[in-house]
């Protein structure tokens, strides 16, 4: 059997669609199948192969915000897969794979990737409307099924109104080993001393509005239990540190609040090493977040607005 896994791109800036699928390929290498998986890039191309997972990385054509990849699109014309994967929506290489499943008459799957959430749905609709009628016309309602990361996700494909079958299953996630657990944590310490002795609430994401990072930072300056340190840890996109910083700094002056302080690190060990309490925007606030280290680690949505989450009194980091 062989299976086709497409991302728009691997690039880790790009969040963790990036990662996680391709952590999916692997294990999915590991079984009796023959794995492709295939990406674009905003330059050269290129190749690699490990075992039975083939992956193969094409230029990305301009405009690059939408990914077109002329040399993605013939090398789905000639896919032999019994199954098309793609993840995200909105941009051109959901029409390859689409056509491509057509013309093969092979199932397609689709992972939003949050994107059919409430919030990002609405957001630019305008633009998701011409993207869905021009950049893949036909495409979600011919999806043979669906991958969703958790209940809430699967409710909001269905409120949506489309009728095809749903699979849950949380991003796999590879547990940091003992070493590498204890190395992230002395960084961590010496990084943030007043995360040895203060419980942590962890958010590590990228730097975007869609991912509420403001709407948080207002909930802790307004309902932070005092002992508890916020660890902001992503990658800027919308928002960069300082940005951040200034806005924390700008609240904390008006509510009497301690500023944070600032490390543009573009490299770091893992932060979940240092994660309690995880605030996430849809998951509910008692299923398990798929990065927190340990089965019992409690996520928090910022729905929450009265049940004690947040003040910055922790540093915001750049880096993965």
């Not at 990849?69 to 032999?80: N, V």
Request: proline share 8%; net charge positive; charged share 25%.
């Amino acid at each position: 059997m062989r299976y086709c896994q497409i991302v728009p791109s691997l690039e880790t800036r790009h969040g963790g669609p990036s990662k996680s699928v391709l952590g999916l390929a692997t294990a999915l290498a590991r079984t009796p199948a023959d794995v492709d998986l295939f990406a674009t890039v905003a330059g050269e191309g290129w190749k690699s192969c490990q075992g039975t997972l083939r992956i193969e990385v094409f230029r990305r054509d301009w405009p690059l915000r939408i990914c077109p990849s002329a040399g993605l699109k013939r090398r789905l014309a000639d896919e032999k897969a019994s199954v098309i994967h793609h993840h995200s929506l909105w941009l051109r290489t959901l029409r390859y794979a689409h056509q491509s499943a057509m013309r093969g008459r092979v199932p397609l799957v689709l992972s939003p990737r949050g994107m059919m959430d409430p919030w990002a749905w609405r957001h630019h609709s305008w633009r998701k409307a011409i993207a869905r009628a021009l950049l893949h016309p036909g495409a979600l309602e011919d999806v043979s099924g669906w991958h969703a990361t958790g209940e809430d996700e699967a409710r909001s494909i269905r409120e949506l109104g489309f009728r095809q079958p749903i699979c849950v299953a949380p991003n796999g996630v590879a547990a940091l080993s003992d070493a590498e657990a204890v190395n992230a944590a002395e960084h961590w310490r010496r990084l943030v001393p007043s995360a040895s002795d203060r419980p942590v609430a962890l958010f590590y994401s990228r730097f975007h509005q869609k991912k509420r990072l403001i709407e948080l930072l207002d909930l802790w300056l307004e309902h932070a239990p005092k002992d508890w340190l916020l660890l902001v840890v992503g990658i800027p996109e919308e928002y960069t540190p300082s940005s951040v910083e200034a806005y924390v700094m700008r609240a904390g002056v008006r509510r009497h609040l301690p500023s944070p302080a600032l490390s543009d690190r573009q490299s770091v060990p893992p932060s979940l090493a240092r994660g309690k309490l995880w605030p996430v925007d849809r998951r509910g606030p008692c299923e398990r977040r798929s990065g927190a280290r340990h089965r019992h680690d409690p996520v928090v949505r910022p729905q929450q607005r009265r049940r004690g989450l947040v003040r910055p009194m922790g540093p915001i980091c750049q880096g993965p």
